[in-house]
């Protein structure tokens, strides 16, 4: 009798389990051929904490498109572990309609399929685009995949009452960085007595690569990049003259001048906020989305916002935004084309730039709409400026993650292990490197 | 665990009473009870409801995990066969071996860790009084706080200047202040220390249970014979206690392997790989990478090496039990 409910029992286990794995093996999904309708709500997810003011912009911003056009949408938004629900909803063969998330993501969703290829023709809005914003939205293959719709470049926040207390000017290149970094530390710009102030808050941590991410001020601004190249072709670049400079010189403020807040290779970025909002750190390299929460929690009169300092090169800073992608197997194809084609429309610029807690749009990307008409904060200009004249997007390769992650984790050894050898690790990075792309298709043989 | 209770209870030598209840009833009368019971379906439907939650929410998973750890996971194209590539490439990769060997070591200090301060603790606060079972409760409490809240608070006595908490402290015997996780030399004991602080307390209430399956004569014979306090630990207690021992063992060497929060939270692998563990690597190949097949092995491979571990251990005590 046991036996024989074992075997059953084993049975369904064995059963259920291929009905699963067969429903994940299902053939290709074809865009074209779902059944279209106008009427289908479209659904639109946006890697935001739910809750948040930016979700509350969005969702103000996806309610101004419902009137404008007269198409039913919903947000969701998501934040943790974005992808992997997406991944989720991908493997059910029903992937929401729209989905707003990082320009860094393109390469990936495209190269996974879910993304529908986009005809700028059907995007009317799309010809007073900035040309930096529409090459963004391309792939590897040349073709248009999502269409940025917020842009940002990153700029330097300084806090001005310590740099008023020393008597100092903000720094315009990086020597100036290093003077002011190390008066900042060793000067005791709070005036507290104690030497509990430091030069630069970085989030020096591996989680979803900060470390790289922040470090790409520098090493662009130096003339170096990861990887270098173009269409499939692409070959590491960490071990140039430009990415070694830049390297040291990123090491050597935690290593030499230890003017970089305690715990940085422990940090992601909410400690650092806090490192910097707190009084520990008197600089920070971060993006106009933190303006809102600084104003609120350190006070807009303690900190002022200035372009990167120029490095070796020019003052190149990591520009990033918002895309809407357009995902594959939609049943209200018009419907998701009208979508985009309103979030870069002059009207709805405007409209997204609007409030004070955060905003559906950060930068414009369309070229008619000139956000001091919006904003009378000249600091926006700054960061304006910064995206127009030194934006420097991640390159768009099938998969930008893993090149990220891994020169996270070297650029966070050497802040961790001040013994480590520069050039030796950028070597070993350089051969990971070359593994990663190899393995995505794209190496130059 | 019905074969290390009943150890426990012979290794202890219980009175004979208590093992008749709690062993098995006569033969007759059970037979009796199965008729009455009626139907063989009446245990596998008050089964179902939690079978069907293992069966949706683990075992599925499990085997499409060793489906996905052979092919090329592609959620929406599709996936494709690609036969043992995925295990060449991990088991290839020079980080999962360093993260193999930073689980072993990370689950071996934790492991023995756990088990002498639980083992003192369990001595310290052995007893029936009231006072006890509340400093045994307080002693309890980092087991059931979530791992989450452990971590930021060992973030923060972590703080690696010279007036962080634990720098501080140690400054007053003279120590240099360290840099705890943010140092590739120090991380990995850091972290050990925080699951040692955190893992301690729950050995203690299994070896407290423990303890109190030790004839208390066998501690008086020994006093009379003229052992002192050490060697009743060592001769007395010791012994008594090694079912529950090997249970702890194999329990806390499963935990080891799959050890994962308290790494991503910390450091997330980092600095320089000196915390990257099995579980921590696998997480960025398959859920931040999208490496889902690479992933997969990984995590085939892992089960394999637990299962493993867990048979050798039972082998040896079945071993050990029958010589």
């Known amino acids: 009798m046991h036996t024989k409910m074992k075997a059953a029992a084993v049975l369904g286990v064995v059963t259920l389990a291929l009905a699963g794995c ?64 997406l991944a989720q909803r991908a493997g059910q063969k029903d992937l929401p309609d729209i989905v707003l998330n990082d320009v860094s993501q393109l390469g990936t969703m495209q190269s996974q399929g879910i993304l529908r290829e986009v005809d700028l023709k059907d995007i009317k809005n799309s010809k007073n685009m900035t040309a930096q914003a529409l090459e963004a939205g391309k792939a590897i293959d040349g073709k248009t995949y999502g269409i940025p719709y917020s842009a940002q ?32 530390t060793k000067n005791d710009p709070d005036g507290n007595g104690q030497a509990d102030t430091y030069g630069l808050a970085v989030p020096g941590s591996t989680k979803r690569g900060y470390a790289s991410w922040y470090f790409s001020n520098f090493l662009w601004a130096a003339g170096g990049d990861f990887i270098t190249g173009s269409g499939d072709e692409w070959l590491p670049s960490m071990t ?7 390297t040291t010189w990123f090491r050597d403020l935690q290593c030499t001048a230890g003017v970089i807040q305690p715990g940085a290779p422990s940090m992601d970025t909410p400690p650092t906020n806090e490192a910097f909002e707190s009084g520990v750190a008197g600089m920070y390299v971060t993006g106009p989305y933190m303006m809102p929460r600084f104003d609120k929690v350190l006070g807009a009169d303690k900190y002022t916002v200035v372009p990167a300092p120029e490095g070796p090169k020019d003052a190149s800073v990591l520009a990033e935004g918002g895309t809407v992608y357009l995902m594959a197997g939609s049943e209200n194809e018009k419907g998701q084309t009208a979508f985009a084609d309103w979030y870069v429309g002059e009207e709805s610029q405007t409209y997204g730039m609007e409030g004070t807690d955060a905003f559906a749009i950060q930068l414009p990307v369309n070229e008619k709409v000139d956000i001091s008409e919006v904003r009378d904060d000249p600091r926006w200009e700054t960061f304006a400026t910064a995206y127009k004249e030194s934006g420097h997007y991640a390159p768009t390769i099938p998969s930008w993650t893993p090149v990220r992650q891994m020169s996270a984790d070297t650029i966070n050894a050497l802040l961790a292990d001040c013994s480590l050898d520069v050039e030796e690790e950028l070597t070993k990075l350089d051969g990971k490197l070359t593994a990663e792309l190899l393995t995505q298709g794209i190496l130059k043989q | 665990m019905t074969i290390h209770t009943a150890d426990a209870v012979n290794t202890a030598d219980a ?7 709690s062993v098995s009833p006569p033969p007759a009368r059970r037979r009796g009870r199965h008729r009455v019971q009626g139907q063989w379906w009446v245990p596998w439907a008050f089964l179902m409801p939690a079978l069907l939650l293992f069966l949706v929410f683990r075992y599925i998973p499990m085997v499409q995990a060793i489906g996905m750890s052979v092919e090329n ?12 590539k995925n295990y060449e490439t991990i088991l290839s990769d020079p980080a999962f071996r360093d993260a193999t060997v930073n689980t072993l070591v990370l689950a071996f200090g934790q492991t023995l860790g756990c088990l002498v301060l639980g083992f003192l603790l369990a001595l310290l606060l052995e007893g029936q009084t009231r006072k006890l079972s509340f400093i045994r409760s307080a002693a309890f409490l980092p087991v059931v706080v979530p791992m989450a809240v452990i971590a930021e608070l060992w973030r923060i006595m972590y ?42 307390p729950y050995d203690m209430m299994i070896i407290l249970a423990g303890l109190a399956g030790i004839d208390r004569g066998l501690y008086e014979a020994a006093t009379v014979d003229g052992a002192n306090r050490w060697q009743r630990i060592l001769h007395v207690t010791l012994p008594g206690l090694r079912p529950v021992f090997s249970i702890l063992f194999i329990l806390a060497a499963i935990r080891g392997f799959r050890v994962f929060t308290e790494v991503y939270l910390m450091t997330n692998g980092g600095p320089n790989g000196a915390t990257e563990v099995v579980m921590t690597l696998l997480y960025k190949l398959g859920l931040e990478q999208q490496k889902l097949g690479v992933g997969s092995a990984g995590a085939v491979l892992l089960f394999l090496a637990t299962l493993v571990l867990t048979l050798a251990v039972q082998l040896m005590l079945r071993r050990k039990k029958d010589a």
């Open chain 1, 22 to 85: 067969s429903s994940a093996a299902a053939p290709e999904g074809d865009s074209s051929g779902v059944k279209q309708d106008e009427e289908a709500v479209l659904e639109v997810w946006t890697r935001t904490t739910p809750g948040s003011p930016s979700e509350a912009a969005t969702i103000r911003q996806v309610e101004a498109f419902m009137e404008a056009t007269g198409y039913k949408a919903e947000v969701t938004a998501i934040f943790d572990d974005f992808e992997i629900k």
């Open chain 1, 153 to 184: 470049a990153n700029a330097l926040m300084i806090r001005s009452d310590w740099l008023a207390n020393l008597g100092l000017e903000a720094p315009t290149d990086w020597d100036e960085m290093l003077a002011v970094a190390e008066a900042f």
């Open chain 1, 240 to 246: 140039t003259d430009e990415a070694i400079e830049a």
């Open chain 2, 15 to 21: 009175p004979k009473s208590a093992a008749g209840t």
């Open chain 2, 73 to 84: 996971v592609r959620p929406y194209l599709g996936n494709e066969f690609v036969g043992l």
């Open chain 2, 159 to 200: 703080h690696p200047t010279d007036n962080g908490f634990l720098n501080s402290i140690i400054g007053i015997v003279g120590l240099a202040p360290s840099e705890y996780i943010n140092s590739p030399d120090s991380a990995m004991w850091s972290i050990m220390l925080m699951g040692i602080w955190r893992g301690g």
